[in-house]
């Protein structure tokens, strides 16, 4: 009978390739994942069956961290500026808490290799924002453009307000507000 798979093993191969891919990028080793998890290589592999499968599961990780920043106080029934800025300001918030999560994603997402069924899982629980999107787009709210460009929209301004905030601490509200400020004024028609 074969034992049961570890779910701490399992959590300390996703931080560590978290890790790993934050500092190295996808050319990341199943050996240094493995090693900085203080497991041996072959452990990684009765996890995970290939390094594809360890990049769509640690996606998805990554993807329900973030969810679980933005969706539990999610105003649904809020004005769309509103339940932008809430949008903007947790995302912004889990990257400035969670920097080794944040980079990690951004270089996942970047790298080709996440597959489109993978991308559509990890989008489910976003789905009263695309919902939200799509609404303030038919009533003329925000530009008329594809739900997929105004999302890279406000992950490119919020990212650029991370990085910002990250370098300039000391004024990280007024950052922070500018940051929206500036995604308002490029979105809203």
Request: hydrophobic share 40%; aromatic share 2%.
């Given at each position: 009978m074969a034992r049961p798979l570890s779910p701490?093993?399992?959590?300390?191969?996703?931080?560590?390739?978290?890790r790993a891919i934050a500092e190295h990028g996808v050319q990341a080793t199943t050996a240094s994942i493995a090693r900085a998890a203080g497991v041996a290589e072959g452990t990684l592999f009765t996890y995970f069956e290939n390094?594809?499968?360890?990049?769509?599961e640690l996606y998805l990780n990554?993807?329900?961290?973030l969810a679980e920043a933005i969706m539990p106080d999610y105003p649904h029934e809020a004005g769309y500026r509103q339940r932008m800025a809430h949008i903007f300001q947790c995302y912004v918030g889990w990257g400035l808490d969670n920097a080794e999560q944040h980079a990690s994603l951004g270089r996942l997402s970047a790298s080709?290799?996440?597959?489109?069924?993978?991308?559509?899982?990890?989008?489910?629980?976003f789905l009263p924002i695309s919902r939200m999107m799509e609404m303030a787009v038919r009533e003329n709210v925000v530009v008329g453009a594809p739900i997929e460009l105004l999302t890279s929209v406000i992950e490119s301004l919020a990212d650029t307000t991370i990085d910002y905030v990250n370098k300039y601490p000391e004024g990280a509200d007024r950052h922070?507000?500018?940051g929206f400020h500036l995604l308002w004024k490029a979105l809203s028609v």
């Open positions: 701490e093993k399992r959590n300390a191969l996703l931080q560590s390739a978290t390094k594809e499968a360890l990049f769509q990554l993807k329900q961290s080709g290799l996440v597959l489109d069924e993978t991308r559509i899982k990890g989008m489910a629980e922070r507000e500018l």
